[in-house]
């Protein structure tokens, strides 16, 4: 191992899809990048996810550690334990999931970064290093960044970006990814990008910004979870960062079906990307409330057009529940 390291805990978080979280755990084994620990968490998957997961680690992995959540806050924890599998009581959501395996890292005390990584990526070898490097320059600007994102690319088509940074849009309440769907290019290597938000898939934040701003919301159960970690970042004096060195391939959406490869979303993350939207509005800009709903009905009112009865109920509960 170099010297002098910081410490990095890769938190990764599983909800049923396990063959999706064994090939990104193999492409994480691959990192140059030594002084790290891997934590995944399953969101309590329905299926089989927790044994599969620990089935392989016994098969791959030299040494690990696997504990239900009612045992973390008192199971000692050795030195480089390498890969431990943590199963969650329940599935409170993306946010409450990743929690769990943030708490369990800080409880260590040598963490100097988390990185939150969507279990339906692989990465590139030394998409961690760079990542650390560049954390350990901007961290210490001014205003310092407190969360870092990488290049996104798509898993099954990796010449093709899904994102740099996210923006969001306060006219029609939307949210898109910068460069979404054009070729890699030497255009996108760029020091710094303007963004709104860190794209979810690929969240690294310091220990100091954890300390500051505290961990994810679990108001949401999923979506614009990291939405709301940026803008908390921004008002606590934290910038966002972009590092297009490390290298991400996403597949998107494969447990939720919320992928946009055309088709249309499942009827959980239309549920969700609903009600978040609104918590998130609501708690940000709560002067926009009447433009909000005045647009929900709106688009409730263009589904029964489409005759789209179930998914327009969708939107009308929420205004309801909210308003």
Known sequence: ??????????????YVSWQDTIECLE???????????????????PNDSFFHLTKWAENHLPTFLSLEEKEVPTHPVPDDFGVVFLKAAKNAGFAAGNNLGIRFALQINDAAYLWLLN??????????????????????QEPPVGIWGSKLLYYHQPSLVQGVGGKLNLRTFTTSHLHEGEPDSEFLNV???????????????SRK?????????????????????????????FALGYVWSSRVYHKEGTTIG???????????????????????????????????????????LLRVSRLQFK???TVFKQIAQFK
């Open 119 to 140: 279990n339906d990526t692989t990465v590139d070898s030394n998409s961690l290093r760079e990542l650390v490097n560049r954390a350990e320059n901007e961290g210490k």
């Open 191 to 205: 020091a710094s990008v303007t963004l709104d938000y860190v794209m979810g898939a690929s969240l690294f934040v």
């Open 209 to 237: 910004f954890l300390s500051e701003v505290g961990l994810l919301s679990e108001d949401y159960f999923l979506y614009f979870e990291e939405l709301d970690w940026a803008k908390r970042a921004q008002n606590a004096g």
């Open 258 to 300: 919320s992928s946009s490869s055309g088709t249309e979303k499942s009827d959980l993350a239309d549920y969700h990307g609903i009600r978040s939207k609104i918590i998130f509005f609501k708690k940000f800009y709560p002067e926009k409330a009447f433009q909000l709903y005045a647009l929900l009905m709106a688009s409730a």
């Open 311 to 313: 998914r327009a109920l």
């Open 1 to 14: 191992m170099e010297q002098n390291q910081p410490k990095v805990y890769i938190i990764v978080l599983n």
């Open 27 to 45: 492409s994480l084994l691959n990192l140059t990048y030594q002084n790290k620990e891997i934590i995944v968490v399953d969101n309590n998957s």
